[in-house]
């Protein structure tokens, strides 16, 4: 089951997560396919990115104008729009959302972002398939094991229950990637976000080194292993082996969450995975959905929401997430205000005053209401 959480609370997370992922996407767009040593000299600081640069000479996307968003932040702007609307989210709904969204000759902005940002082979090669009519239930080709589904999983985690969560970002993933462990990584990045943002509590979420509940692909748990071998090392720079990782699916969110686990800045960690190296749009995504579910969008640094290319996209995506969607089959994304004054109401009735402290309720036990 899960719990009530403060309304103005939940929509700070969501934002936190939305943004969080566009923006490290942003970033990490500049030094795609760059290793970490190359990027360091280029960067000539403390390893940390924290402005939108131009692509890098030699990157996947160079050349192209610092701040735009990738594939990445597209496939999950198509998931999002399935989870806020008030249809069943199902693999044909994915599936269609995906096929006319991001149609190559559309003049949306979802469709540009999408295919001048390097859209990788698993998903162009599924989307193929859909165009001549294949299953989506089973156009993601079973050894496609990169990060594609994982990179656009964050949205799901806005549905209620956590049960439902970790179902449909299965059904999402399975409609590009096959891979068992790849459709645990999307599956993975679902629980990690959705645990972050229904923490019943409006102190800090803290993040565990723990696999993530009902996360046990054994390849997955291999690579979770790894990542997390050394979580309480010490020393803020970036340990080797979470530096110029793997494009899978798997070994992408487990380093992933273990930098968002070394450092309680956002605007840190999501910085520095975009100097790992790599695929770094999408470890810098992942990271960022991760931080932004964590600690909210009101921590994550002004100027590089202000200066997102395309973040009245995100802002809206996230605010119908936020609202509350697919009521019409059964799933709640989130108790809107009025569920949550409704219940407050009810609490007041009770104890004839406001509630005391420590009421395990699910509203906020620090700051009254």
């Not at 190559?104 to 990788?120: H, K, L, Q, V, Y």
């Not at 009245?312 to 509350?324: E, H, P, Q």
Request: contains cysteine; negative net charge.
């Amino acid at each position: 089951m899960t719990s009530y959480v403060r309304a103005d609370r939940f929509r700070d997370r969501v934002l936190g997560a939305m943004f969080g992922a566009a923006i490290g996407d942003a970033l990490g767009s500049a030094f795609e396919f760059v290793d970490s040593a190359t990027i360091a000299r280029h960067l000539g600081n403390d390893g940390i990115v924290r402005e939108y640069h131009p692509a890098l000479s030699g990157s996947l996307l160079a050349p192209r104008a610092p701040g735009k968003p990738t594939d990445d932040t597209a496939m999950a702007l198509c998931v999002a729009g399935v989870i806020a609307s008030s249809d069943e989210p199902t693999a044909t709904a994915f599936a269609t959302s995906f096929t006319t969204q991001l149609r190559r000759n559309s003049r949306s902005r979802i469709a540009t972002m999408f295919w001048t940002g390097g859209p990788g082979g698993a998903t162009m090669r599924a989307l193929a398939r859909l165009d001549a009519g294949a299953d989506p239930a089973e156009s993601g080709a079973p050894d496609d094991g990169g990060n594609g589904a994982a990179m656009r999983a964050h949205p799901v985690a806005m549905l209620y229950t956590r049960e439902a969560a970790l179902r449909v970002a299965g059904l999402q993933a399975r409609v590009t990637h096959g891979h068992p462990a790849a459709v645990e990584a999307a599956r993975a990045v679902a629980a990690i976000v959705h645990d972050a943002l229904h923490v019943d509590a409006f102190g800090d979420v803290t993040l565990s080194a723990d696999v993530p509940d009902g996360i046990s692909e054994p390849t997955f748990l291999r690579a979770w292993k790894a990542a997390h071998a050394e979580a309480d090392s010490e020393g803020d720079a970036l340990p080797p082996h979470l530096r110029d990782v793997g494009m899978s699916g798997w070994e992408t969110v487990a380093a992933a969450h273990a930098i968002a686990m070394r450092y309680p800045d956002p605007g840190e960690a999501i910085g520095r995975a975009t100097a790992s190296g790599g695929d770094t749009d999408t470890i810098a995504s992942i990271v960022g959905t991760i931080v932004g579910a964590r600690d909210g969008f009101r921590r994550l640094p002004t100027r590089l929401v202000d200066t997102l290319v395309d973040g009245g996209l995100v802002r809206k995506s996230a605010t119908a997430l936020a609202d509350g969607g697919g009521g019409g089959f059964g799933f709640v994304v989130n108790p809107r205000a009025s569920d949550y004054d409704e219940q407050l109401r009810g609490i007041e009735e009770a104890f004839g005053r406001k509630r005391p402290r420590g009421l395990g309720l699910g509203l906020d036990q620090t700051d009254g209401y």
